[in-house]
């Protein structure tokens, strides 16, 4: 047991490793970041066994690596188990929701009416920014089919598209982006194959300038073939099987999808450095917090999920119940986070994930 605690701390040294070390320069490692809860489950697995058992004293093993790996802890779990969670509207309040609503419907089958339904979520939540990842619209008409129905049903005043793909030549996809507030400068900057970085500088409430990013970085591309295979795994249907091909592909696929991300990530957090005004992030990062890509896009900002939500946050609901891979950061110094909640949605394969913030007094501002 002695032998597997000291496995199970070396794990979950290679889990914090992968957090701050780049794929691009070490391969591989940052396939421990998929793996950061469960070694952490495991390590405390081992404080309460020497607890009980005879040697006690060697309790002092895992309490030692979880105290030095704490840092990652606590980005991956909330405790705010307890205390407020408000998400309603106020004095000089911003409520931001950013959800990758996966086509809006047009990968699944007609009369499931998925399109229609998402925009009636979006008016009941009544967002003041949002975001959408993977909006699509048709090629000849701007705001065909759901933009104008979701621009004027949310009393929005502005409104942006940027493509970053096509389905064909009927379809655009790329990343929507609504506003009640003036969007006063948009910029898209392209950080990759078919990747931007939304930026618009909104006037808030107290008619203080801030500047928002918005994203969706590189994606795994798994097709629905892969999210059966790994399903078949999670229920041990594989055990038995000489997989070793599918394994050495899926290692090769993601190495690359992390590199892909690191380097956009490397580009995002220059561009957000520059910004005159506070900044506040959000989208589809397609990478958990515990992983290179998070850590160094949030910098020195906020997690709003870390500061109000709950457990692991869950916002990619297919797979593993772990994965958290849809983000918002913000500037403490300028807003103060009232709420956050990330309702389970079966309507994408994402979860929305919607915060509130109280906008801060301009003097507290920390540049």
């Known amino acids: 047991m002695l032998i597997l605690n000291i496995f199970a701390a070396i794990w979950l040294g290679l889990c914090y490793a992968a957090s701050v070390t780049s ?3 070490v391969h591989s490692l940052e396939l421990f970041s998929l793996t950061t809860p469960f070694a952490i489950i495991v390590n405390l697995f081992f404080v309460f066994f020497w607890i009980f058992s005879r040697r006690k004293w060697r309790t002092i093993f895992p ?8 840092r990652l802890i606590i980005t991956v779990f909330a405790f705010n188990f307890f205390g407020s969670n408000n998400m309603s509207a106020g004095t000089n309040t911003v409520k931001v929701m950013s959800w990758n609503v996966h086509g809006m419907g047009i990968y699944d089958k007609p009369g ?3 399109g229609q339904r998402i925009v009636d979520v979006i008016k009941k939540e009544s967002p003041d920014v949002l975001c959408m990842p993977e909006f699509f619209k048709y090629s000849n008409d701007s705001v065909r089919p759901y933009s104008t129905e979701i621009y004027e049903g949310n009393d929005f005043k502005d409104y942006r598209f940027n493509t970053d793909n096509t389905l064909g030549a009927q379809y655009y996809l790329g990343v929507a982006i609504y506003s009640k507030f003036p969007i006063v400068e948009y910029k898209a900057y392209k950080i990759g194959i078919s990747i931007y ?8 409430p107290t008619a203080k300038r801030m500047r928002m990013f918005f994203v969706h970085l590189y994606s795994y591309n798994l097709s629905d073939y892969d999210r059966q295979y790994f399903s078949e795994i999670k229920a041990k249907k594989h055990l038995g099987r000489t997989d070793l091909k599918y394994s050495r592909f899926y290692i090769w696929r993601f190495n690359y999808s992390y590199a892909e991300r690191a380097n956009e990530a490397d580009t995002v957090a220059k561009i957000m450095a520059r910004s005159p005004y506070p900044v506040l992030i959000c989208g589809d990062f397609n990478d958990l917090p515990c992983s290179y890509t998070y850590t ?4 020195n900002l906020k997690d709003a999920f870390l500061e109000k939500g709950k457990g692991f946050g869950r916002t990619y609901n297919q797979i593993f119940p772990t994965l958290r891979i849809d983000h918002i950061l913000y500037n403490p110094a300028y807003l103060h986070i009232l709420g956050y909640k990330s309702p389970n949605i079966k309507l994408s394969d994402h979860n929305p994930v919607i915060a509130n913030f109280q906008v801060k007094d301009s003097s507290n501002i920390i540049k």
């Open 23 to 25: 794929p691009v320069k």
């Open 63 to 70: 309490v030692i690596t979880l105290v030095a790996c704490y």
């Open 112 to 114: 499931n009416n998925i």
């Open 197 to 204: 970085l939304i930026q618009c500088d909104i006037e808030l």
């Open 296 to 299: 160094k896009i949030r910098g």
